[in-house]
């Protein structure tokens, strides 16, 4: 089963400094059909403008995951962590028993970005913060993990849930498959370009909640780059 989200239909916000479309109840925007998808809670698909960003500000038990789709975000926390991270990277923050942190746009363009919420396995613990590259060169026609949960995925940001965020870059034409499992639900954006998944169309930043699906074949109807979270 495949719930298609158009991104004309998201809630959001235009904050001037911060366009915001929200894929799923965030902040001022609430819809009770979509407040989560399984463990995944929060997908947001932000525009910061240059020179601006969030000031600091808290988060507890919550596994955040940004994934930069153009610019880069410069990030700094009271943990000690500071970082910039550049387009088709990620960074993670756990943010556990409690982290105070800032993000900002220091680029002389736009910063655009995905930003992912996954509710922890378990509450506190001490955050932490990592960033990583991953070349789009390396995960062209083939998922990369970019951050799970599971002891397996050596190469990924590590997140205290049992999940995992994958990305794939496809060329028009091409398909790559992704074995989910019935009992597993995945949620998916095309950061750009569209695609088909199970016969269902997907154009760029559209939504789309699976589940209840042993395999999800993905085909580019065009050039396309994929971010999926697979969940509980």
Do not use: C
């Not at 597993?184 to 016969?199: D, K, M, S, T």
């Amino acid at each position: 089963m495949i719930e298609r989200r158009p991104f004309a239909e998201l809630g959001g916000a235009d904050h001037g400094w911060l366009k915001a479309k929200h894929h799923f109840s965030f902040a001022e925007y609430y819809d009770p059909a979509h407040m989560s998808h399984g463990a995944l809670r929060v997908w947001n698909d932000d525009e910061i403008a240059p020179g601006t960003g969030f000031p600091p500000h808290g988060h507890a038990n919550m596994e955040i995951i940004t994934y930069v789709r153009e610019g880069a975000i410069s990030h700094q926390d009271n943990q000690g962590n500071s970082g910039r991270t550049e387009a088709g990277d990620v960074q993670v923050m756990s943010a556990g028993s409690g982290i105070r942190h800032a993000e900002y746009n220091r680029e002389a363009t736009p910063t655009k970005i995905f930003q992912i919420w996954i509710m922890p396995n378990e509450q506190g613990g001490a955050p932490t913060w990592g960033a990583k590259p991953f070349p789009k060169a390396e995960r062209s026609g083939k998922f990369a993990v970019l951050a799970s949960g599971f002891s397996s995925d050596e190469d990924a940001l590590p997140i205290r849930v049992d999940a995992r965020v994958l990305g794939v870059t496809l060329t028009a034409g091409q398909t790559v498959e992704y074995a989910l499992g019935a009992k597993r639900q995945a949620y998916l954006v095309p950061a750009v370009g569209e695609i088909e998944a199970n016969g269902v169309r997907v154009g760029a930043r559209d939504g789309a909640a699976v589940s209840d699906t042993e395999l999800l074949k993905i085909t580019a109807l065009e050039n396309a780059e994929v971010i999926l979270v697979d969940v509980a």
